[in-house]
């Protein structure tokens, strides 16, 4: 249950994401341009998704790979890649390596949790499957070797527009 709404600056919203210490879920509402392939592509770069979604913050990623890797009977041994392009400042909050001036938001997303999307074409709803051919297909990683995967998501600062945390909804502005 929600106990107050608060607009916030995005610079403020990137201090208090930074402090997140613990494991937290959050609600997000993002507003996302569509990754898709540009040759006779008709709907290149018009095409937003707009996502309602809850969550998990803070996390600690080899550690939760390693845990379902217990669980699942495999030897905890998981180490994570270098990230390319983008560097931790906190738990959850990462940063761009050569300016650092862009800001981004790391999540982990659960295939249960169902979230809401509506992709927006020139102000107007528009059906998946009337673009889905120009999509850029995505490739599932293969290196946690397991059944249930931890998957890792990482979001603009600037594609951010409400974060629901602690009962209190953040509404983002510039």
Known sequence: MIKQTLTIPRSNMITLLSEVERPTFVHLVTDTKVRMNKTNNPYYDEIRKVLSSN???????????????????KETDFLSSPLCGKVHISKCVLTDTKTRTKFYLMCEWFKRSYPKIDYIHNGNSIDKQIFESYLVKRKESEKQQLENKVNIVTYGMDSIKEIRMNRTRYILTD
């Open 55 to 73: 969550f998990y913050i803070g996390l600690e990623y080899e550690k939760r790979v390693n845990v379902n890797r217990e669980k699942e009977g």
